[in-house]
Structure formats: C-alpha cells, structure tokens
T-cell receptor, first 113, second 113 residues
C-alpha cells in the first residue's frame, strides 16, 4: 500500500526545545515538500527537495531545517528559533517530470507551550 | 501579497444541487492549477487539476473551469453530496519552476441533507 506517512499525529513540546517531524513515502516520488497550516489560512511552503541531498527554502523557512539523505525520507526539524511553532504540519510528495500533482500525508499537529 | 485568493470563506448548498467554488489569482506566470479537499486534522486530498492550455477539465462530478483573461478558476460539484462537506483549497504553480504550490485560504463547503 503506497503512501505518505507522518508521525506522530500529535506532538507536544516545551518552548526552547528542538523537535523533528518525520515524513516517509514509498511512492518512489522524487520531490518532497513541507507545508504549514495555521487556522483559517492556506498552506504555506517551508522547504522542498527535488532530489536526494538537495533542498531549497520555501516562503517561511526561518526557524526550520531539513535533510534529504534518502529518497523516501524528508524529516523537518522545528528549532527553538521558530517564533510561532504551534501549527499543523503537512508533508507532500510528487512524481516529477510532467506530473505536477502533490500528494499529502495525514499531517502532524505540533503544540509548543 | 496573496497571489491566490478564495474570497468566500464558507458556502452552504442543498444536497443534489450544484456547488460552485471560486478562486482568483494575480500571478500571470501560474500555468497549472489544482483543487484539493481537506477534512479537519487530515492532509489535503487531490481532486482535479487543469493546465493553462485548457479552459475546462472534468472528472466525474467535479469540473474545473479556467478563465485566463480574468485570472479566475472555479470548481463545480454536481450533484453535491453530504460527504462533499469539507474545506476546498485552490492551488497554483509555475510548472517550469520548482513546482511550488501557492494555496488559497480555503472555502468551507457544507452540503445540507
């Protein structure tokens, strides 16, 4: 069963701690993306990666970091430098080439207090 | 500056009738458009897309119309069903670039039985 998995579904952290969100896909997709959704808003792009060992900043990359050591995995670290880390985080992937559709995982709700 | 706008935060429609969700964009470089459906605390699900070389694309009960001169697209759902109740996001991209999706803020569709 192919798809994108994000774990955990809910995550709680204390302010000042770094936290890493997991994203794994077995769709053999080349590109992967991280988005953030806040209440009443659309999704905003944090980071994206078109190929392994390469990634670029999106619109709101400050306070976040990523790695892409394997095609299947694209973890996102929310650092203590991120001023408003509480949000719903969504990972997506796409095949690339002439296929533009992005497919999303179930998301991780991060709450920082 | 919001490049993709969904000006109606909510829409209520009677079951069996047509639902029309609207989206406007300002960036004339956008050439590929997508609609996603999202339930609370879940990732968005891809619904339908359209390239700028077309003005209509149909898939079952879902039809997307694109008016390039007006920089406007719409999603028609006919007939509407209670299970269609969700938030619908319009998204746009420049296909020749890194394929970053720019999302609208979403429209909450409620289909009344």
């Amino acid at each position: 069963d192919g798809g994108i998995t994000q774990s955990p579904k809910y995550l709680f952290r204390k302010e000042g701690q770094n936290v890493t969100l997991s994203c794994e896909q077995n769709l053999n997709h080349d590109a992967m993306y991280w988005y953030r959704q806040d209440p009443g808003q659309g999704l905003r792009l944090i980071y994206y990666s078109q190929i392994v060992n390469d990634f670029q900043k999106g619109d709101i990359a400050e306070g976040y970091s990523v790695s892409r050591e394997k095609k299947e995995s694209f973890p996102l670290t929310v650092t203590s430098a991120q001023k408003n880390p509480t949000a719903f985080y969504l990972c997506a992937s796409s095949l690339g080439g002439h296929f533009y559709e992005q497919y999303f995982g179930p998301g991780t709700r991060l709450t920082v207090t | 500056d919001q490049q993709v706008k969904q000006n109606s935060p909510s829409l209520s429609v009677q079951e069996g009738r047509i639902s029309i969700l609207n989206c406007d964009y300002t960036n004339s470089m956008f050439d590929y458009f997508l609609w996603y459906k999202k339930y609370p605390a879940e990732g968005p699900t891809f619904l339908i897309s359209i390239s700028s070389i077309k003005d209509k694309n149909e898939d079952g009960r879902f039809t997307v119309f694109l008016n390039k001169s007006a920089k406007h697209l719409s999603l028609h759902i006919v007939p509407s069903q209670p299970g269609d109740s969700a938030v619908y996001f319009c998204a746009a991209m420049v296909s020749g670039s890194a394929r970053q999706l720019t999302f609208g803020s979403g429209t909450q569709l409620t289909v009344l039985p």
